[in-house]
């Protein structure tokens, strides 16, 4: 079955670093979301990429879908620590096919 | 507005019983999805229900069932637990049928169950 990797599992960067994750699948992407989970917290919806070669930003998240719609990543510019959590991409053919990634813990030392 | 609810918060269960975990999607949702999330792990996708009807199952075992009711909200129930189904269950509502393009999904906090 389909396997979608993220990494690094975990990063560690000082406060107003940057940080990227990377979500990589063995199979074609349909539609990815990315989520934020804070620690004892649940999943939050962050973005939904859908066409090849997207590119989405929200505020410091800059948010892209690889060409061969096989990856995606995450880069946050400048990290604060509210941004510590772990980060899931989530691929989504339709209501028969759901898959999350291995996830992106990130701790912020400020 | 209120967001999805789940109950109980916290479950402490011994291997061999049964277990109801309950959702309440989000006001006008139609759409709930469960999953299970081993600590550490990423969410495994269990079931998606639509309009009271299953739309997508994933790869577990019959042990678990699910149901959604005309209100929408929606049970998930687990036969024979075992030590291995300890994780946090969670439920997500969403507008509607996830189609080609998915639609938003929102989480609830997730029911905590304990399997001693």
């Known amino acids: 079955g389909q396997q979608v990797m993220q990494i690094p599992q975990y990063q560690h960067v000082q406060e107003g670093e940057d940080f990227t994750t990377y979500c990589n699948s063995s199979?074609?992407?349909?539609?990815i979301q990315w989520y934020k989970q804070r620690p004892g917290g649940h999943p939050v919806f962050l973005i939904q990429?859908?066409?090849?070669?997207e590119v989405k930003k929200q505020k410091r998240l800059t948010f892209q879908f690889g060409e061969a719609k096989k990856n995606s990543s995450l880069h946050i510019t400048a990290t604060q620590t509210t941004d510590v959590g772990t980060y899931f991409c989530e691929d989504s053919g339709g209501y028969q096919k759901v898959t999350f990634g291995t996830g992106t813990k990130l701790q912020v030392i400020p | 507005d209120a967001g999805v609810t789940q109950s109980p918060t916290h479950l402490i269960k011994t291997r061999g019983q049964h277990v109801t975990l309950r959702c309440s999607p989000i006001s006008g949702h139609k759409s709930v999805s469960w999953y299970q999330q081993v600590l550490g792990q990423g969410p495994q996708f269990i079931f998606q229900y639509y309009e009271k009807e299953e739309r997508g199952r994933g790869n577990f075992p019959d042990r678990f069932s699910a149901r959604q009711f005309p209100n929408y909200s929606s049970e998930l129930n687990v036969n024979a637990l075992l030590l291995g189904d300890s994780a946090l269950y969670l439920c997500?509502?969403?507008?509607?049928?996830?189609?080609?393009?998915?639609?938003?999904?929102?989480f609830g906090p997730g029911t905590r169950l304990t399997v001693l």
């Open positions: 990429l859908v066409k090849s070669g």
């Open positions: 199979t074609t992407l349909s539609n």
């Open positions: 997500a509502s969403s507008p509607g049928l996830a189609g080609r393009i998915r639609d938003t999904q929102y």
